[in-house]
């Protein structure tokens, strides 16, 4: 099987911070495997802006080894990375002066009726500054789009600050806020599994769903972005975006239709029903956790204050909350969240368990029956899994199992699983919001968020220790066990 290939409208992706990580790791290999895929036109091109003094010839050798590091060996034949290459051009920009932007509006107008996609590949307090130039020099008009990473924001007032900054230059809906978890194959399959069977939707309320976990969980520390980590953590990095995302996701009304606006109403609306965290202290409902010194699959590993190179740091490394929608569908459905660096494993999942069956008609040698589980794996291996009980095959009686039915994506459909970016970049050339975040959607997050930061920020109490290579501290297990449940680790 192929996967289908829907031509893009010529544009133009600027991209600001080309030097940076985002720009190696991500940008230019997804762009790569969507020319190889033969998507994008032939008047597509690449302006990559950096403040540094590299020229077109340093840039397009940092540019080609990006493809090589980043896309393997047998998706990168040397026609497609010559003719990708030929799409590049490089100029030299300051965010913060005018330098270069008399370059860089010359050069786009030497490529006009192209859509003009400016990505800030930066940190949120260049998207300001950015955009006023963008306006000032006269390239925010006509059909031109922003794209903005996260985070957007510190807290609730950074995040209007940044909101009123982008909106004075550009409008609403040439706004594209980029969550690339939004874009992962296995999130879209979550809607396309609730809103497309008529199997989950009557099932997917309280009367049927005992409890939600969320898990997003990294073996590795925070490597070379101890800097940017550190004023952060694991509440801001993924909680407020991915994770709460991810919860919309699962609890949102079908909307009526499946348009940027519709889904992202509904998507409001969870956020808006979050039940208020009324003591971010209590181990009760929230645990934050700091790793230690560990082992990890290649051997020891160090703490986080000494990848830090501080003596001490109250930033959180891990984080479980016990959250609650507050609404008809949901009412009394626990949803546990939890992310972390320096856990076991690296996995992404969500597990809906559903509610036991009332009465067991099997007599005790059959065994225990367990409650089924729908497990929606976003990585490593993106997948679903639907967890029932069988009979366990052979004479003798009856024994149940459990077991699960599997659907690889990889295995399923027999093609290359597409990067998010893939996606989310040419959503935004063809004007598709719906994978991306409006604004009210982030503020409504940030809402949630604030009180337990200022909870925090008020308490002398540091994050829990925990060992490095394992799941957490010891009350995260807790947080769940009080409840009668347990983490599924794995998700199975």
Same mark, same amino acid.
Request: charged share 25%; hydrophobic share 45%.
């Given at each position: 099987?192929?996967?289908?290939?829907?031509?893009?409208?010529?544009?133009?992706?600027?991209?600001?911070?080309?030097?940076?990580?985002?720009?190696?790791?991500?940008?230019?290999?997804?762009?790569?495997?969507?020319?190889?895929?033969?998507?994008?036109?032939?008047?597509?091109?690449?302006?990559?802006?950096?403040?540094? #003094?590299?020229?077109?010839?340093?840039?397009?050798?940092?540019? #080609?080894?990006?493809?090589?590091?980043?896309?393997?060996?047998?998706?990168?034949?040397?026609?497609?990375?010559?003719?990708?290459?030929?799409?590049?051009?490089?100029?030299?920009?300051?965010?913060?002066?005018?330098?270069?932007?008399?370059?860089?509006?010359?050069?786009?107008?030497?490529?006009?009726?192209?859509?003009?996609?400016?990505?800030?590949?930066?940190?949120?307090?260049?998207?300001?500054?950015?955009?006023? #130039?963008?306006?000032?020099?006269?390239?925010?008009?006509?059909?031109?789009?922003?794209?903005?990473?996260?985070?957007?924001?510190?807290? @609730?007032?950074?995040?209007?600050?940044?909101?009123?900054?982008?909106?004075?230059?550009?409008?609403?809906?040439?706004?594209?806020?980029?969550?690339?978890?939004?874009?992962?194959?296995?999130?879209?399959?979550?809607?396309?599994?609730?809103?497309?069977?008529?199997?989950?939707?009557?099932?997917?309320?309280?009367?049927?769903?005992?409890?939600?976990?969320?898990?997003?969980?990294?073996?590795?520390?925070?490597?070379?972005?101890?800097?940017?980590?550190?004023?952060? @953590?694991?509440?801001?990095?993924?909680?407020?975006?991915?994770?709460?995302?991810?919860?919309?996701?699962?609890?949102?009304?079908?909307?009526?239709?499946?348009?940027?606006?519709?889904?992202?109403?509904?998507?409001?609306?969870?956020?808006?029903?979050?039940?208020?965290?009324?003591?971010?202290?209590?181990?009760?409902?929230?645990?934050?956790?700091?790793?230690?010194?560990?082992?990890?699959?290649?051997?020891?590993?160090?703490?986080?204050?000494?990848?830090?190179?501080? @003596?001490?740091?109250?930033?959180?490394?891990?984080?479980?909350?016990?959250?609650?929608?507050?609404?008809?569908? $949901?009412?009394?459905?626990?949803?546990?969240?939890?992310?972390?660096?320096?856990?076991?494993?690296?996995?992404?999942?969500?597990?809906?368990?559903?509610?036991?069956?009332?009465?067991?008609?099997?007599?005790?040698?059959?065994?225990?029956?367990?409650?089924?589980?729908?497990?929606?794996?976003?990585?490593?291996?993106?997948?679903?899994?639907? $967890?029932?009980?069988?009979?366990?095959?052979?004479?003798?009686?009856?024994?149940?199992?459990?077991?699960?039915?599997?659907?690889?994506?990889?295995?399923?459909?027999?093609?290359?699983?597409?990067?998010?970016?893939?996606?989310?970049?040419?959503?935004?050339?063809?004007?598709?919001?719906?994978?991306?975040?409006?604004?009210?959607?982030?503020?409504?997050?940030?809402? $949630?968020?604030?009180?337990?930061?200022?909870?925090?920020?008020?308490?002398?109490?540091?994050?829990?220790?925990?060992?490095?290579?394992?799941?957490?501290?010891?009350?995260?297990?807790?947080?769940?066990?009080?409840?009668?449940?347990?983490?599924?680790?794995?998700?199975?």
């Amino acid at each position: 099987m192929t996967s289908r290939v829907i031509p893009v409208a010529p544009f133009v992706l600027v991209v600001f911070g080309a030097t940076g990580d985002l720009a190696r790791r991500k940008l230019l290999p997804a762009m790569f495997q969507r020319d190889a895929a033969g998507q994008l036109p032939e008047a597509a091109r690449i302006i990559a802006v950096a403040r540094g #003094r590299t020229d077109q010839a340093a840039y397009l050798v940092q540019a #080609r080894k990006a493809i090589e590091t980043h896309v393997p060996a047998h998706e990168r034949g040397e026609e497609v990375v010559a003719r990708f290459m030929g799409r590049i051009s490089y100029i030299a920009a300051e965010a913060e002066s005018d330098k270069g932007w008399v370059e860089l509006k010359a050069a786009l107008a030497a490529l006009s009726g192209c859509i003009n996609v400016f990505y800030l590949a930066t940190g949120p307090a260049l998207f300001g500054p950015i955009c006023e #130039r963008l306006g000032r020099f006269g390239l925010s008009g006509g059909n031109a789009r922003v794209v903005v990473e996260k985070p957007v924001g510190k807290d @609730g007032a950074s995040a209007r600050a940044l909101n009123e900054a982008i909106g004075r230059v550009f409008p609403e809906e040439r706004v594209y806020r980029i969550d690339h978890y939004l874009g992962k194959e296995t999130v879209q399959n979550l809607m396309a599994l609730r809103f497309a069977n008529g199997l989950f939707e009557p099932l997917w309320n309280a009367a049927h769903i005992d409890h939600v976990q969320i898990t997003v969980a990294e073996s590795l520390g925070v490597e070379g972005r101890a800097g940017y980590y550190d004023t952060a @953590g694991a509440l801001r990095d993924m909680v407020q975006n991915h994770i709460l995302q991810l919860l919309c996701l699962v609890a949102m009304e079908p909307p009526a239709r499946l348009d940027a606006d519709s889904v992202r109403d509904e998507k409001l609306k969870v956020l808006r029903a979050l039940k208020p965290i009324a003591d971010a202290l209590s181990s009760h409902t929230v645990v934050r956790g700091q790793y230690r010194a560990g082992a990890a699959a290649g051997g020891p590993v160090v703490g986080y204050l000494d990848e830090l190179g501080a @003596g001490g740091s109250a930033t959180e490394t891990f984080v479980a909350i016990k959250a609650e929608v507050e609404n008809w569908r $949901w009412a009394g459905v626990p949803f546990y969240l939890r992310t972390g660096k320096r856990l076991a494993e690296r996995v992404s999942d969500i597990v809906i368990t559903f509610r036991p069956v009332p009465h067991s008609v099997f007599d005790e040698s059959a065994g225990p029956i367990e409650p089924n589980r729908l497990v929606i794996r976003l990585q490593p291996d993106e997948g679903v899994q639907l $967890w029932l009980m069988i009979k366990d095959p052979g004479p003798g009686g009856m024994r149940l199992r459990k077991v699960p039915m599997d659907m690889s994506f990889a295995t399923a459909f027999g093609v290359r699983n597409p990067d998010a970016y893939e996606r989310l970049v040419l959503d935004v050339v063809r004007g598709n919001q719906t994978l991306f975040m409006r604004r009210d959607e982030v503020e409504a997050a940030w809402a $949630w968020i604030d009180p337990i930061l200022d909870a925090w920020s008020q308490a002398a109490e540091p994050p829990k220790p925990y060992t490095a290579g394992t799941w957490g501290p010891s009350g995260s297990i807790a947080l769940i066990e009080r409840d009668g449940r347990t983490w599924m680790d794995g998700g199975a």
